[in-house]
């Protein structure tokens, strides 16, 4: 009511405004589920929020109005993310969106999240499809023994391809709500990648609409260390924006990066090549790692990560 308003304002009180027209709330204080995206995808994607959130932002890139909105959520995530963080021990796992549900790398990411959950570290990816919902899966089902994991695996490669939106997140939300949740799995995907829905697998998802702060709040919160899996272009860039951010640490703010894949990261894709070269007569060279397999993973970051 506005004598309400009125009478606040006078005492000094701060009012948020009430922005019409939203398919989200802009003032949400928790960070979301896969089950809360997804919701109404038994009707079909296009009734979920996740889609009529994206759809809301690609309507009118220049308003206002949506840039205020845009603003207050993503602040409201970054608080809620605040809280999720505290005491725990975040290691980044990032790698190509295009790995495939019933592959073999696929399986490896999985199973190397779930060491590292396995060891007391929270695994946060980018929160999309391929690598990403490995990791956040092998995570998630740490608790599970090795055949429950298989099995997993084996009932999401009936959907490989999340170009099927509706097919590919039914299924997984069947896995994920048909097992139990460790905990230690975020995701932190970006409606600037509608394209690319979020994997149901996170146990927290924190959802921005501004790809750039995402992308720097991911590096930022894993101070356990960052992990690289074979990518295309948009891991080669979260490798070199890691390697700006330890390259320029101050002492003790820095963290281990660790590539895996020596094939790959040196004749594929050389970007070990260029980041070796960064490191050499700097201390960034003691935080720099290019290894195979997931055990050699585990024992850098226990031995490089705090706590």
Not at 33 to 44: K, P
Not at 57 to 62: F, I
Not at 108 to 136: D, F
Not at 260 to 287: C, D, F, I, K
Request: charged fraction near 20%; glycine fraction near 8%.
């Amino acid at each position: 009511h506005e004598d309400t308003a009125d009478w606040l304002r006078r005492r000094g009180a701060l009012l948020f405004p009430k922005v019409p027209n939203l398919p989200f709330d802009p003032y949400r204080a928790h960070l979301y589920t896969g089950t809360e995206l997804y919701a109404g995808l038994d009707t079909s994607y296009d009734a979920t929020p996740d889609a009529q959130i994206y759809a809301w932002w690609r309507a009118d890139r220049h308003s206002l109005t949506q840039t205020l909105a845009e603003s207050l959520h993503d602040h409201s995530i970054d608080d809620a993310l605040d809280e999720w963080v505290i005491d725990r021990r975040i290691v980044g796992i990032m790698g190509g969106h295009a790995t495939r549900r019933g592959t073999s790398d696929y399986a490896a990411a999985a199973r190397l999240s779930r060491i590292l959950a396995r060891n007391g570290l929270s695994v946060a990816t980018g929160g999309g499809p391929g690598s990403m919902e490995a990791a956040n899966l092998g995570a998630r089902l740490c608790d599970l023994s090795e055949p429950d994991l298989q099995k997993a695996l084996d009932d999401l490669a009936v959907a490989p391809d999340f170009t099927q939106v509706a097919a590919w997140a039914s299924t997984g939300l069947q896995v994920a709500q048909t097992r139990p949740d460790s905990g230690l799995s975020l995701g932190i995907p970006t409606w600037f990648y509608g394209h690319e829905p979020p994997n149901p697998f996170a146990s927290q998802i924190a959802k921005y609409f501004r790809n750039a702060l995402r992308e720097d709040i991911l590096l930022s919160i894993c101070k356990a260390g960052v992990v690289f899996l074979p990518g295309s272009a948009g891991t080669v860039q979260e490798i070199f924006q890691a390697a700006c951010k330890v390259y320029y640490a101050a002492p003790g703010s820095d963290f281990a990066m660790v590539l895996v894949g020596h094939e790959y990261w040196t004749e594929v894709l050389p970007a070990w090549s260029l980041l070796n070269a960064l490191g050499q007569g700097h201390p960034m060279s003691g935080r720099i790692f290019l290894v195979d397999d997931a055990e050699s993973v585990r024992e850098i970051l226990l031995a490089h990560s705090p706590g």
